[in-house]
């Protein structure tokens, strides 16, 4: 019997269109850039002080790969902020990281049954939470979440950038696991990427379920289960729900978020 599930986050709870990462870094390096001039900071020219951090960033992560570990952008940034005599604050860091974050967003959508499922899940008394490989702070993930309506579903987050571990180490899976309160035999882990959510969820002895996306669809299915949306898991975790019907919308529209949350 499943009592709890836990999910991977990008391309599975949230879908993510394609986008030019360079003008998408370009628009977030530079609203940070506009904050720390708020702040009275002494700043190199603009092009500079994005060539300092994307290059701190990619530094950072080949270490990372290097070490098998995890890094948090936040706190690459942070380092650069205070040289430039930003506030050593962790609320003022955390705005100007959101402003770095933000022209994501706009490319981001949930499936528009997506929180009716969840809903539902949690009404059973199942458990939900997310594991998610991801060099971005915890508190900035967890606003983009509030602003898609999955924050209160979603009561344990787990990211990498917290944990120093990426899936498919078995730590970060364990630290789910003790916080969700769930022995792994009972838990379901739904992810898109073959080797780290579902090989290393199952080497556990959870049982798996992979989203088909465009990257993984050609691909041998290793998980117990094979999915194309959140909702496919209804009948898998309550094969007797009466209720199933009720998650099924008309719109195949995704669901973003409103232009007035964005900001």
Request: aromatic content about 8%.
């Amino acid at each position: 019997m499943i009592r709890a599930i836990l999910f991977d986050l990008g391309d599975t709870l949230l879908n993510f269109e394609p986008m030019d990462t360079n003008a998408v870094v370009r628009q977030g390096c530079g609203e940070a850039y506009k904050q720390l001039q708020l702040a009275g900071c002494k700043l190199p020219s603009e092009a500079r002080f994005r060539r300092m951090n994307v290059w701190s960033v990619r530094r950072a992560l080949l270490w990372s790969k290097i070490r098998g570990r995890e890094f948090n952008a936040m706190q690459v940034m942070r380092k650069h902020a205070v040289r430039y005599g930003a506030p050593d604050e962790d609320a003022f860091m955390l705005d100007v990281g959101w402003h770095w974050y933000q022209p994501v967003v706009p490319y981001s959508s949930i499936e528009p049954d997506l929180i009716s499922t969840l809903q539902l899940f949690r009404s059973r008394g199942i458990k939900l939470g997310i594991v998610s490989n991801t060099f971005i702070t915890g508190a900035i993930l967890d606003r983009h979440l509030e602003l898609m309506g999955l924050i209160e579903h979603l009561p344990v987050r787990i990211y990498s950038s917290e944990i120093g571990f990426r899936k498919p180490h078995p730590l970060i899976f364990n630290a789910a696991l003790s916080a969700i309160g769930a022995r792994p035999q009972e838990t379901l882990f739904v992810g898109d990427v073959i080797k780290n959510d579902i090989l290393g969820a199952g080497r556990l002895g959870m049982k798996t379920a992979l989203k088909r996306t465009a990257t993984n669809h050609h691909n041998h299915c290793p998980a117990n289960y094979c999915i194309h949306r959140i909702a496919d898991l209804i009948p898998i975790v309550l094969p007797n729900c009466e209720a199933a019907a009720s998650v099924t919308v008309r719109s195949t529209d995704p669901v973003r978020p409103s232009p007035a949350l964005r900001g």
